[in-house]
């Protein structure tokens, strides 16, 4: 029996660490990079934006319900297709539009204010520590 620090080696339980460590960084970088979702969001026109925001109020309001969730499974809009998005939620007045990445690295597109309760806008968050920006705001 090798002894590692005092303690038995056991390769059986270092391989099953090694198997969830590269399990673990496979999924993450099965994420991608977000750098096409966040050039695609930044260069939507002001209008583009505008119409986003009211198909997002649209889609908030002929759904009833105070939540709506959608992803591919359960059927994306057509109206938000071009975005091609991985899924929309909808929670009374803001809606997250996800664009790409996973876990806390996400692109995100924010619209606020869909209850006409504060200032109507479209903020991106571009993923893991960097700035939001805001994209649109209603005159």
């Known amino acids: 029996m090798d002894k590692t620090h005092g303690h038995a080696f056991q ?29 695609s969001a930044r260069s939507l026109s002001q209008p583009k934006l505008a119409q986003l925001f009211r198909d997002l109020q649209a889609l908030d309001t002929a759904s009833g319900q105070h939540r709506v969730h959608l992803d591919a499974d359960t059927g994306i809009p057509d109206a ?43 903020v991106l968050l571009p993923g893991e520590a960097k700035d939001a920006r805001v994209l649109w705001r209603s005159a």
């Open 11 to 39: 390769p059986k339980a270092l391989r099953g660490a090694i198997l969830a460590l590269t399990a673990l960084l496979a999924a993450c970088s099965s994420c991608g990079s977000n750098e096409d979702a966040i050039a």
């Open 80 to 122: 938000f297709r071009d975005l091609a998005p991985q899924s929309i939620v909808i929670d009374g007045h803001i809606a997250r539009v996800h664009l790409s990445g996973c876990a806390d690295d996400k692109v995100l597109l924010i619209a606020k204010g869909l209850d006409k309760r504060g200032r109507e806008q479209i």
